[in-house]
């Protein structure tokens, strides 16, 4: 879509579910309603292929979106990204291949050539090689014209290798990542080096990743390719020498002697050294071998530090979790491994899980921050992404082991009978409890005596009782059984406060809060809003730069054009949290923002801290709301509106 069908769209979004007039859209972009009518066509055609919203057309009346939530929410994401992002490649596919044709050969092409391969004008592939070769020096590879030669793309070996396997990232169609590579190749060719792989995983008894497992089969039919084109990896003797011992060195020679035999080629030693890289930085579902912990003598003192940091960060007792512990070691396993050896990695779901997430992954960012610096690594927030989902599975974890079957008590003032379908009401509809008896008012206190009671479910009041209770109709209602439900799940999760109680109107006053910012750079706006927080006593006159070099280390967007940077607690003073809404969004990482919440919380208080979390991912969730909020004018209407979010959920 152009800027104007976006802006449409945009729209449409914001006034979700409401009709918009033809003629008032083109008013507000100033243009024809014919010219509406055409992009409203082509917005149609997006939202067929994006999502499942539809829009609707009603004479008379307009025009409206029809979607769920889920929906609006992605659609309002897409949008924010696509504006962060460069000017994307009319056709992406067409740019990967110039692309792979760059990197692959070694020989110059001109702008002519590629203007005749793809039948395009040299303005077009002029523009497809502007948005290239800034792709291209994230990799370290510089695209350079020799004049009367062409185009070659100049870099080392290594880094020509990892932007071919990465190469998948210019598409933005996510059903097309995982095939380019593959597609370059025969049938036949992938098919041996699969089988290769899987003879390997099943002579030493390895579980690769399926992610791993599509890694390396790209990285070895790219090795046969550039092999055969004399374009060998370069390494120096020492590096080969520290990885001939290793027993993935065995594993990469049994795999590319067979490949050579099946190829009819032969691999320099440095392919078989690189190749072991790769399986030292592979991931494996399930890994693990004797002295693994003394071929990296950080791995133990890393998981240590982890678990008991994040234990006393978010107030969490981890270290009793076996299963956390033991998925660390073999993830941390080979995070070492492609740090000691130069490895990158990426993470595709680094942006969902800072958006589900984004209380666990910034305690894991703090924390690592100070593994960082203790051992001089430099651990990235890919990593940290990972490391989010082993820890937030240990919650989830711990969750089930409180929340397993309550053991439940019925008082029923009324006959057998009536005692008899409430128990069994409760039973149908409720699996996670256990029925410990069925008991009159009078019997209560010597029930107790003998048996243990979670929770008494009563159809009268019971003023007396120390256990904690709910007043429900004989008949069991639905608005009974969904106060049961509420009420059983405050009981497995006692931290998760009622929303009403806002954590963000808490610490947010009107003199923090800044609206219609105008600034282009994140920077200068994280600067500005810690320097007030430090005027007004909140916090140190270090906390606005450390709060810059957090957000270096990991952007703190976490969607729906939201962001929530922050310093580490040991600069704050007393909580608060400053607002600034922006009139224009800007650049913020990999996403467009326009709302700011810069946190300044103290750690004292871990059920503030993770509502807090759970408001700003709930109104994450909402992005007509966040709207609203951006276009307000007054803080009372502001701070009024946000309430009303909070309440409405």
Same mark, same amino acid.
């Given at each position: ?36 009518? /055409? ?14 919203? =539809? ?152 579980? #690769? ?24 990896? @370069? ?130 960012? %703090? ?8 051992? /001089? ?16 599975? /240990? ?118 809060? #800044? ?5 282009? @750079? ?34 703190? @967007? ?7 940077? %922050? ?9 608060? =949290? ?72």
């Amino acid at each position: 879509m152009n800027e104007r069908q976006i802006t449409t769209l945009r729209m449409l979004l914001n006034q979700a579910g409401k009709h918009l007039l033809v003629q008032d859209i083109a008013d507000k972009l100033g243009c024809s309603e014919k010219t509406v009518r /055409s992009d409203l066509k082509e917005i149609e055609k997006y939202l067929a292929e994006n999502s499942q919203a =539809i829009l609707i057309r009603k004479p008379g009346l307009g025009v409206y979106l029809e979607m769920s939530e889920e929906d609006h929410a992605k659609l309002f994401d897409r949008l924010n990204l696509a504006e962060a992002s460069e000017k994307l490649p009319a056709d992406e596919e067409r740019a990967i291949q110039i692309a792979y044709h760059l990197l692959m050969n070694s020989k110059p092409i001109t702008v002519q050539e590629l203007s005749e391969r793809y039948f395009l004008n040299k303005a077009v592939v002029k523009q497809d090689l502007n948005y290239l070769e800034k792709w291209m020096d994230k990799y370290s590879i510089k695209l350079i014209t020799k004049q009367n030669v062409g185009l070659i793309a100049e870099g080392t070996e290594r880094n020509k290798r990892v932007a071919l396997a990465r190469i998948s990232e210019l598409l933005t169609n996510r059903e097309l990542n995982n095939s380019f590579i593959q597609q370059q190749f025969s049938a036949h060719e992938i098919e041996i080096v699969k089988k290769e792989l899987n003879n390997i995983q099943k002579r030493h008894s390895l579980f #690769f990743t399926d992610e791993a497992r599509e890694g390396l089969t790209a990285h070895i039919l790219l090795m046969i390719k550039r092999t055969k084109l004399k374009q060998s990896i @370069s390494m120096s003797s020492d590096e080969i020498s520290n990885v001939t011992n290793k027993k993935e060195y065995k594993w990469a020679q049994e795999c590319l002697l067979k490949l050579e035999q099946y190829f009819s080629m032969k691999f320099p030693d440095e392919e078989f050294a690189y190749l072991t890289l790769h399986l030292l930085g592979g991931k494996f579902r399930d890994y693990r071998t004797e002295g693994d912990t003394e071929q990296n003598p950080f791995l133990d003192q890393v998981t240590q530090e982890l678990v008991i940091k994040l234990s006393e960060l978010c107030m969490v007792d981890f270290q009793n979790d076996t299963a956390l512990k033991e998925g660390l070691q073999i993830h941390l396993y080979t995070t070492l491994n492609r740090l000691k050896y130069g490895l990158s990695v990426s993470n595709p779901m680094l942006q969902d899980i800072k958006k589900l997430y984004p209380y666990m992954f910034d305690m894991v960012i %703090h924390v690592l921050e100070e593994v960082n610096q203790i051992h /001089s690594l430099d651990i990235p927030e890919e990593e940290a992404g990972y490391l989010t989902l082993h820890f937030q599975a /240990s919650i989830e974890r711990l969750k089930g082991k409180r929340g397993k079957t309550k053991n439940i008590l019925i008082v029923c003032h009324m006959g057998v009978g009536m005692s008899r379908l409430l128990r069994t009401k409760i039973e149908q509809n409720f699996h996670s409890v256990h029925v410990a008896g069925s008991i009159a008012r009078a019997d209560l206190a010597s029930f107790l005596e003998k048996e243990n009671v979670d929770l008494v479910i009563s159809t009268v009041s019971l003023p007396e009782s120390e256990v904690p209770h709910i007043v429900v109709s004989p008949l069991l209602t639905a608005t009974d059984e969904k106060r049961l439900q509420e009420f059983i799940k405050k009981l497995e999760n006692p931290e998760e406060n009622d929303f009403k109680e806002s954590v963000l109107l808490k610490y947010t006053t009107p003199f923090l809060v #800044f609206l219609k910012e105008e600034y282009t @750079s994140k920077y200068e706006l994280i600067e500005k809003l810690a320097n007030t927080l430090y005027k007004k006593g909140y916090a140190e006159k270090e906390y606005s730069q450390n709060a810059i070099l957090r957000e270096k280390m990991s952007a703190t @967007s976490i969607g729906s054009s939201i962001a929530i940077p %922050h310093g580490h607690p040991s600069f704050i003073k007393h909580s608060a =949290i400053a607002v600034a809404t922006l009139k224009n969004p800007i650049d913020w990482g990999s996403e467009k923002v326009s709302i700011v919440f810069m946190l300044a919380i103290k750690n004292d208080n871990k059920f503030d801290t993770q509502q807090l979390f759970r408001e700003i991912s709930y109104l994450s969730s909402q992005p007509a709301a966040i709207q609203k909020l951006v276009e307000e004018n007054e803080i009372v209407k502001f701070l009024s509106h946000y309430r009303q979010v909070i309440e409405d959920k």
